[in-house]
């Protein structure tokens, strides 16, 4: 058996997959280390069971949704950006489609296994071995200076590498084998890691009524996460004492604290669960929360009705109050709202459901106004790393050659993927990065 490799990757996820392909096509002797029985347990998850591979967008529109860290990425993606992992997985017989709502790319089988199956022909085709079931241990330099390379410790063998690829991911799903291994191994080696946390993840809220609309969904939401002021009391729900929604007006109160701040805001469909409220706005603004020092500080504002202006919808909440009658309050919303969002709105007003509509005041009116218009979702925190799609933080990026995902500090070592300080939102961004830094550092090892 082998145990003198010109190069090891760690991790057979989207990274090491694109990599081992790539460094073994280029004539090196490549193994690729997995800890579970087969690699690519995430691809196979991605996406719903699609795997939404890339965004129908450049480079450039990559990294702009990165935010400041997203500049790391331009020899990556020059390398491999999102035209060329359409046209990789074309070339392997993957022809993709771009949804057209929302610009994710996915295979046009719709299954992701289609995905994972030509990253596979591609590593198996470009002789690079694959090693499964056998996690690794310890990674340490290699004592004779003049080898100037690593040795491995698995579950199974010490293994000699010349270069080493670190290609983990992160800690979110630990299910997958993502159990973080790669920030000791990095850390061991002298990197900074940048403290991991939960992206991409659902929100919780200790509300009962909140969770109790467990089930419904609404299509279109604007959601701004405000941080309270004063941190020393809970909000409550509906408590509002004034109109705006935050992209109008960030200062506000809600109970007895006022929210100062907006700190982001997304606009897509929210869904209610047990635990609180989830869907790709309310999945894109975890990372906000995740990151805060005191997420019970902090609510999510929604304007239920986004579409709506306030003029517009005060007046047609006044004209079906006057046409409804004796019909009771309990229906004014449903022309708008499902009936049970609608009567939490009623309620935190403080409209009684059966009062008649004639008999709604304007000044209940205007309550109900703010709570469709504001209606707030105390937070208690996130569902954590167990149901976070993607880890934010990882390996410093000020430590990695972006020119090369080679180690500023150690010679010979790679970083590649979710293991480093970067993640994107939902919509393909964490598989195209996968698959730039994967693919750049196989090139470049
Ligand atoms: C439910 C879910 C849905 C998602 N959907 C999408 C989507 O549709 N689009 C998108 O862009 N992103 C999506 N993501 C995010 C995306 O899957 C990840 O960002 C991406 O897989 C990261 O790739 P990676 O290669 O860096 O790491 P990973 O895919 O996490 O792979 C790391 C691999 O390293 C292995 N490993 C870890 N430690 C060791 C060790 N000590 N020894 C050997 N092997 C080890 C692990 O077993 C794993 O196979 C989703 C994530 C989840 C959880």
């Avoid at 022309?335 to 059966?354: F, I, K, Q, Y």
């Avoid at 005041?361 to 167990?386: E, M, Y």
């Amino acid at each position: 058996m082998n145990t003198r490799w010109d190069i090891a990757i760690i991790g057979g996820g989207p990274a090491g997959l694109m990599a081992g392909a790539r460094a073994a096509a280029r004539g090196r002797r490549t193994l690729l280390i997995e800890k579970n029985r087969a690699p690519g347990a995430k691809i196979l998850i991605s996406g719903g069971g699609r795997c939404n591979l890339t965004h129908a967008c450049d480079a450039r529109g990559i990294i702009e949704q990165l935010g400041p860290q997203g500049k790391f990425l331009h020899s990556a993606l020059a390398a491999l950006g999102p035209n060329e992992v359409v046209e990789f997985f074309r070339a392997e017989g993957v022809p993709t489609y771009v949804e057209t709502d929302t610009g994710k790319v996915f295979p046009q089988s719709d299954r992701s296994a289609d995905v994972l199956a030509a990253l596979l022909r591609k590593l198996e085709f470009a002789d690079c071995e694959l090693a499964a079931s056998e996690p690794l241990i310890e990674l340490d330099r290699e004592g004779d200076p003049v080898e100037n390379g690593f040795r491995l410790t698995t579950s199974k063998r010490i293994l000699h590498a010349e270069k080493v690829l670190l290609a983990t991911g992160g800690k979110s799903y630990p299910d997958c084998g993502t159990t973080g291994d790669g920030y000791r191994f990095a850390e061991k080696l002298g990197h900074r890691i940048i403290p991991p946390r939960p992206a991409l993840v659902p929100i919780s809220t200790h509300i009962e009524a909140i969770r109790a609309l467990q089930g419904i969904t609404l299509k279109d939401v604007l959601i701004g996460v405000l941080e309270a002021q004063v941190s020393n009391l809970s909000p409550t729900v509906g408590q509002v004492s004034n109109l705006s929604c935050p992209k109008l007006n960030p200062k506000r109160q809600v109970g007895n604290l006022s929210y100062a701040r907006c700190l982001g805001s997304r606009r897509g469909a929210l869904l209610f669960t047990h635990f609180g409220v989830s869907g790709p706005a309310v999945m894109d603004l975890s990372r906000i929360v995740a990151g805060h020092p005191n997420p019970s500080a902090l609510v999510l504002e929604c304007d239920l009705l986004p579409e709506r202006k306030v003029k517009s919808l005060e007046t047609s909440i006044a004209l079906e109050c006057a046409s409804g009658g004796k019909k009771a309050a309990s229906t004014l919303l449903d022309p708008w709202l499902p009936h049970r969002v609608g009567e939490l709105v009623l309620e935190t007003a403080a409209v009684p459901p059966d009062r008649r509509l004639a008999e709604l005041s304007k000044v209940d009116r205007c309550r109900i106004l703010h709570g469709i218009k504001q209606f707030t979702v105390p937070i208690s925190g996130t569902l954590g790393f167990r149901h976070a799609e993607v880890t934010a933080g990882g390996v410093a990026l000020g430590e990695v050659d972006s020119r090369t995902m080679q180690s500023k500090k150690v010679q010979n070592l790679y970083f590649s993927g979710e293991l480093l300080d970067l993640d994107g939102p939902i919509g393909g961004y964490n598989l195209q990065i996968a698959f730039s830094t994967g693919f750049f550092a196989g090139e470049c090892m």
